[in-house]
C-alpha cells in the first residue's frame, strides 16, 4: 500500500500520523510546498504581536520527526503540481533544487488548503502589504514593523513640533478572524490600527446585532473600524508609505498594510485530477473523504462540507474539522468506517479581553434559506455568581426551532466564561438537545465558575417559557411602534430610557394596572428582561395582553455588555 | 390554591418565584427559619476569606422583595414545628416573638435543607469550633479571627525569640467542598490551616488517585493534611486555644477550628407529616417531587434524587438540582408536566489557583455496585494550544462503558479550563453520549482558548482507539509485574523514571525490536501516553504483544500536574 499525502498542515499531517499507526507497513509520502511541515497557522496573529515571541514554537512537528517517528517519507518545500488519475501518479517539484518526480500512489490524499482571496485591486503587489498565511509571512511582517522600511522613513517627515515619534500606522484590510486577530496584535505592538471592511459589519458569522458588540469593544481598544466600504486602491503616498482609499473615496494612510480578505479552496490540483468540484468551489467528498475519484481521498480547508444542521454544503477552513477529516481519511485508506457528520462551524476570537463565540446556524443564515420555523431569545446572564467577585454579563443569542424545540445556533460575546457556554450548547446541537434539556442540564457549578442556573440553564428556561407562551416575546427590530412600558427603577430611566415610553417600576404595578390600555399589546422593557417576565406573567393573567422586549435596555443600545 | 413553602433558600425560594409567575391569585406563604431569605450559602466560605467582602453581597433577595415584587407572604426567622397531613395544616413558630401560629395549605412544599452531621465528639461544643452553614455562622467566625478570643489571647505567651507574632491556627474537620474552601479562605486570612479527615482522601466524590493531585496542590498551598485520622475529641489547650486530639493520638493545637463534616437531610418535618422516608434518610419523592403524600410536595438537600446513570437513590446537596426541583414542584403545583431526570452528581471546586470538577460515575462508585462493565482512560492534555502562552496540563480520568461506548464519568483537575472541559462532558453524559460523540466534537478551537483536538475530543479518541483494541491498556496498579519499556529521550528518564524499566527511545524502537521479549505483554511508558500509543502500535503490529501504560510517568508520580 503506497499513500500519497498533499499537504503537510492540519489535515495531511493527522492523516500521515494516524495511518502509520493503523498501518506500520503503509509506504506514506507527505508533500508540504512551504518550508514547514505541520506548522500552527492559528498561532501566526499572535505571533506578529509577539505574544507567541518564539517562531519555533509554531512549529509543531517537523519533517524530521515524521521521518524518525513515524518512518514517514516527508518532504518540504515539495509542491504537487499535477495528478494522473489514470496511471495514478503524482508529479512533484522541488522547490530547492527545480527538479520533478513522478510518484506514484494506490491512495492520494489531498489536504491543500486554501488560499488567501486576492483580488485585482490596484497597487495590491505593493511593497508594504502583506498577509498572514504562512510562518514566512510573520516574519517579514516582523521585520517591517521592527526594522522599518523605506517606506517607514518617510513617517520622519512628519511636521509639526511632535515630541514623540508619531505611531505607525497599519490598514488591516478584512474584518474576518485573522483580520481582527492581526489588528489586535497590532495594537498590543503599539501601532495605529485601522480595520477596513467591505460588509456593513465584522465577523460575518455573527448576526449584525450581535457583531455590534464586538465593534463597539474593538473600538473601545483603539481600532479604528471602517465597515461598509471595500478597498478601491493601493498607491505610494507622497510622503512615504501607502495610501489606501476606499470605493467611497476616503484615503487612509498606512505604513504598513495587511490584507486578509479570506480564503477559498486549492483545487488546482483536484482539477488536475479531474475529480467533482462541487458549487461552493471546493472539492466534493462523501462523508468518509472519498472524492468523485474512488482512489483520491481530500480533506481540511479545500472540501466542501456538510453544515450540520441544514444539510447543505459549505465551505468551512477550521482546524478542527480539518483534524478530524485526516483521521477519517486514514481510517478509510485502512479499510475502516469512519464518517464526518459535518461541521456546524463552531469558532472562537479573542478581541482583547473579550471573546465572541458561537455554533450552528445565524439567523440571517436561517433567513436566507426562508426559514421561518425559528425563534430567538437575547439574554445577559451573569458568567458566574452575581456576588463572587468578577462576574460579567455574557451577550447571549439563542435560536430554536419553534416545531421541535432543538436548538438551531446560540452567538455569544463577554468578557468572561464565553468559549465555556458556547463549547457546552455546541455539543448540546450535535446531539439534537432540545431547549428543555438546556434547562435541565446540570453544568459545574460553584461561585467563582458560574451559577446555580447557568446561562446554558436560563437560555433553555427562557426559551421553553417562550414557546409555552408564558413568555410571548418581541424584539426591538418591531417593538417601538407597540405600547412601551419600563418596569425598572426610576434611577435606571436616567441612565438611558426609550423615549416616550410609560414607566411603572415592577413593585407598583399591581396597584397601578389601570393606568394601562386593555385594547393595546404592552410590551414590557426593563434592564434584560427578567422583570419584564414578572411584570407580563402579572399582566397576562389580569386578562391583558403583554409580552416581553427580549434583552431588555441591553439589547436596545448593545452598549455596557462588553464594557460596563 | 394556598400553597405553604417550608423553606426560603435555593428550592423553596425557586419554587415561589415560579409559582408567583403560573399562577398570579395562589396565596403563597413562604417560610425560613433563618433571618436571611433566599441567601447565597455556597458564597459563605469565601465571605471568611474576605474574597467576597461584604455580606450584603450574599443576600440574593430578601423577604421584602418576595412581598413587593412576588405578592408572596415571605416570613424569616419563622420555623415549621409540625405538619397536621390530614387537617392540611402546619405549625409556625415565630421566632422572634415565640407565638405558633396554625396555617392551611392545598399544597405543601418542603425546602427545609440539610444538617450539618455533629457527631457527639467530646468538646465538639466549646467555644473557638464552629460551621460554615449561616450568614451567621460567618459572622461570628470573622469576628473571632479579627477582634481575637480570650483563647487567641493564649497566643502571645508563645516562648521564643520570636519578631513576628505567630499565626493563629485553625484546624479544619472535614476535607469536602465546605471545608476545603474554608481551609483556602483562611489561608488568605494568613491562618496556618490543618485540615484533619476521617478518609484517606480529600473530596471523597473523586477517585483516590485524582484526589491525590488535589492534595498535593493543596499542601504546596500551606495546607496541612491529616489523612486517616478522624478527630477523638477537642479540649482546652494549656496556652490558650484548644488541642484537636484524633484518633491515632495525634494533637493538633488550634486557635479557631472549624467543623465540616458533611450535611444529612433535615427529615423532622416530613416525618411529622408521616410522608415516605428512603433508605437514604432523605425524603422520597417521584419524579414530580412529590412525596407519599399527594398535597405535600419536597425539593432540595432533603430530598432523595435518583442517579442519573444508575437510577439508585442519592443524597445530593448541590444547588443547580435544588433550584429545578423547586421549579419542577411550581410546575406541578400549577397543574404542568414536569419531571426531574435525576443528577450526575457534576461539581466543581476551586483550589487556590487550581480546579477540580466531576460529572457521573467514579470508578469506586462503580466498584461498589460491582459494575465492571466499564473502561477508564487518564490522559493530560493542555488546556488550550500548547504553542500559545499560559498552556497548562489538565488531568483527565474519563470513565466509559465496554459494551455500549457511553461515557460513563469524568474527573479533571489542572489550573485553567477545567470546569469548561467537566460542563461540556456533563452536557454529554446527560444526553447519552458515546466517546464516539466526544471524539467527533465540535468545539471552540482559538490557540488562546484549546486545540483543534480538544481535550474533550482527545479522550474520545483516547477511549475509541482502545474499545477498538488499536490501544491496548493497562494501569499502573498493576503494571509494575509486567515488563516495561519506556520510549522517552534520555533527558527526561534522568527527572523521574522506574527502576528497572528497559528504555529505548521512539525514534530508534524500529531498529532494536529484537532487544524486546517475544513471549511477554510488552508494557510501554511515557511522558503521558502519546508516543507509548505510537510504539505500541508498532510493536503490535511487528506481532509483538503491548499495551499502553495508560497515562504514563504523569499517572505513576501524579506530580508536576497542577505545579509543573
Known amino acids: 500500500m503506497k499513500v500519497a499525502i498533499i499537504g503537510g498542515v492540519a489535515g495531511g499531517a493527522s492523516c500521515a500520523a494516524r495511518l502509520r499507526r493503523l498501518d506500520e507497513n503503509a509506504e506514506i509520502i507527505l508533500v508540504e510546498r512551504g518550508p514547514y511541515m505541520s506548522y500552527a497557522n492559528c498561532g501566526l496573529p499572535y505571533h506578529v504581536g509577539g505574544v507567541i515571541q518564539d517562531e519555533a514554537e509554531l512549529l509543531v512537528a517537523s519533517a524530521e520527526l515524521f521521518r524518525e517517528q513515524f518512518n514517514i517519507d516527508a518532504r518540504v518545500n515539495c509542491e504537487a503540481i499535477s495528478v494522473d488519475a489514470a496511471a495514478k501518479t503524482v508529479d512533484l517539484r522541488d522547490l530547492t533544487m527545480g527538479d520533478v518526480t513522478t510518484v506514484s500512489y494506490d491512495k492520494l490524499v489531498l489536504s491543500p488548503g486554501a488560499k488567501s482571496v486576492r483580488p485585482p485591486i490596484p497597487g495590491i503587489d505593493l511593497p508594504g502589504i502583506f498577509e498572514v498565511r504562512t510562518v514566512p509571512d510573520t516574519r517579514v511582517i516582523r521585520q517591517w514593523i521592527e526594522k522599518g522600511s523605506p517606506f517607514l522613513s518617510g513617517m520622519h517627515k512628519y511636521s509639526g513640533f511632535q515630541t514623540a515619534r508619531p505611531k505607525t500606522r497599519a490598514v488591516v484590510v478584512g474584518g474576518g478572524f485573522i483580520g481582527l486577530e492581526t489588528a489586535e496584535n497590532l495594537v498590543h505592538r503599539d501601532l ?332 414590557v422593557v426593563c434592564r434584560s428582561g427578567q422583570r419584564a417576565y414578572y411584570a407580563t406573567r402579572m399582566l397576562l393573567q389580569m386578562g391583558l395582553k403583554a409580552s416581553v422586549v427580549s434583552g431588555g435596555m441591553l439589547s436596545h443600545f448593545q452598549n455596557g455588555v462588553l464594557d460596563a
Chains 1, 2 share one sequence.
Open 192 to 523: 495605529d490600527v485601522t480595520v477596513v471592511e467591505m460588509a456593513d459589519q465584522i465577523l460575518m458569522p455573527l448576526d449584525r446585532e450581535m457583531a455590534l458588540i464586538a465593534e463597539k469593544h474593538l473600538e473601545r481598544h483603539g481600532v479604528r473600524l471602517v465597515l461598509g466600504d471595500g478597498v478601491a486602491s493601493f498607491s505610494p503616498a507622497q510622503h512615504g508609505g501607502l495610501d489606501v482609499t476606499t470605493q467611497s473615496g476616503s484615503v487612509y494612510s498606512a505604513d504598513i498594510v495587511i490584507v486578509s480578505l479570506g480564503v477559498k479552496p486549492d483545487t488546482m490540483l483536484a482539477k488536475s485530477a479531474g475529480v467533482d468540484i462541487g458549487e461552493r468551489g471546493g472539492i466534493r467528498t462523501d462523508d468518509r473523504m472519498v472524492t468523485s475519484d474512488p482512489d483520491i481521498l481530500a480533506v481540511g480547508d479545500a472540501v466542501e462540507v456538510r453544515d450540520f444542521v441544514t444539510g447543505e454544503w459549505s465551505l468551512i477552513a477550521l482546524a478542527g474539522p480539518a483534524n478530524r477529516q485526516g483521521r477519517i481519511a486514514a481510517d478509510v485508506i485502512a479499510g475502516r468506517d469512519a464518517r464526518f457528520r459535518g461541521t456546524q462551524g463552531t469558532s472562537v476570537i479573542g478581541l482583547f479581553d473579550g471573546t465572541a463565540a458561537w455554533t450552528g446556524q445565524s439567523e440571517k443564515a436561517l433567513k436566507r434559506r426562508g426559514d421561518d420555523d425559528y425563534e430567538k431569545i437575547y439574554i445577559y446572564p451573569n458568567s458566574h455568581a452575581g456576588y463572587y467577585p468578577g462576574a460579567r454579563p455574557i451577550a447571549m443569542k439563542v435560536l430554536f426551532r419553534k416545531s421541535n424545540r432543538k436548538l438551531l445556533g446560540a452567538q455569544a460575546l463577554g468578557l468572561d466564561g464565553v468559549d465555556k457556554r458556547i463549547s457546552t450548547l455546541a455539543f448540546a446541537l450535535q446531539m439534537g438537545a432540545t431547549i428543555d434539556d438546556l434547562a435541565e442540564a446540570e453544568l459545574c457549578y460553584a461561585p467563582p465558575y458560574g451559577s446555580a442556573k447557568d446561562p446554558v440553564n436560563f437560555a433553555g428556561m427562557v426559551a421553553a417559557d417562550v414557546l409555552s407562551g408564558d413568555m410571548p416575546i418581541r424584539h426591538w427590530d418591531n417593538a417601538e411602534e407597540g405600547f412601551l412600558l419600563d418596569v425598572r427603577e426610576l434611577p435606571e430611566l436616567a441612565v438611558e430610557c426609550v423615549e416616550g415610553v410609560k414607566h411603572i417600576p415592577l413593585g407598583q404595578l399591581r396597584g397601578r394596572v389601570d393606568e394601562l390600555p386593555k385594547d393595546r399589546e404592552i410590551l
